[in-house]
């Protein structure tokens, strides 16, 4: 069985994540794929490159995330623009990933944490999508916190995303994690559970 993890910006998948794998889950995560899909000599990269400038890319041939950033948070044609590079690489090593996962240990759940995974139009992929929610000024607070963004680069960031809402209106099962540590642990206990996972 495969669950696609997703939620919001600073809503945190990455704790959920850690409390599924502590389980014995498989983790698949989108962003370290994101990370390896531009690493230098990678074809998407060049073409990043090609697209947005040699302005991107780091004295050493390395993205420069943050320039970067500031080019497509600011500008959703251009978001769109980096987007259409990168999707198709990263979607490619995912689905190879999650076939190799599924294939070696058929009776493991596999989890893919995929932070823009209605965005991506990706729910056909998994058997059921895991919504990390946290309310939107959690976010914001979140992310002002641990990024040391403004609030309008957080609003900003938040913006570039489906809200929160939606995606809880959305999901097969749904993490509030607005909460305390405890509680959120208490609801992956129970979907481990309810799943026959435990």
């Known amino acids: 069985m495969n669950i696609g993890l997703t939620g919001g910006i600073a809503t945190?998948?990455?704790?959920?994540?850690?409390?599924?794998?502590?389980?014995?889950?498989l983790l698949i995560d989108l962003d370290k794929i994101a990370r390896e899909v531009v690493e230098p000599g990678q074809p998407a990269l060049l073409a990043i490159a090609e697209r947005f400038g040699q302005a991107v890319l780091q004295p050493d041939g390395s993205l420069d995330r943050k320039r970067l950033g500031s080019i497509v948070?600011?500008?959703?044609?251009?978001r769109k623009a980096l987007e259409a590079?990168?999707?198709?690489?990263?979607?490619?090593?995912?689905k190879e990933r999650m076939a190799r996962g599924e294939t070696e240990e058929p009776d493991r759940l596999v989890v893919v944490d995929v932070p823009l995974l209605y965005e991506s139009k990706l729910e056909s992929y998994f058997h059921r999508v895991m919504v990390v929610y946290a309310?939107?000024?959690?976010?914001?607070?979140?992310?002002i916190e641990r990024d040391g963004l403004s609030r309008e680069e957080?609003?900003?960031?938040?913006?570039?995303?489906?809200?929160?809402?939606?995606?809880?209106r959305r999901a097969d099962v749904l993490i509030d994690n607005g909460g305390t540590p405890e509680?959120?642990?208490r609801?992956?206990?129970r979907f481990w559970r309810e799943t026959g996972l435990g």
Do not use: W, Y
């Not at 309310?135 to 992310?143: F, G, K, N, V």
């Open 135 to 143: 309310p939107r000024e959690t976010q914001l607070d979140r992310l």
């Open 85 to 94: 590079i990168t999707h198709p690489a990263i979607r490619a090593v995912m």
């Open 154 to 168: 957080a609003e900003q960031r938040l913006a570039a995303q489906m809200d929160i809402e939606e995606k809880k």
């Open 187 to 189: 609801q992956i206990e």
């Open 12 to 25: 945190g998948k990455s704790t959920v994540a850690k409390l599924l794998t502590e389980r014995g889950a």
């Open 73 to 78: 948070f600011a500008d959703s044609a251009e």
């Open 183 to 185: 509680e959120t642990n």
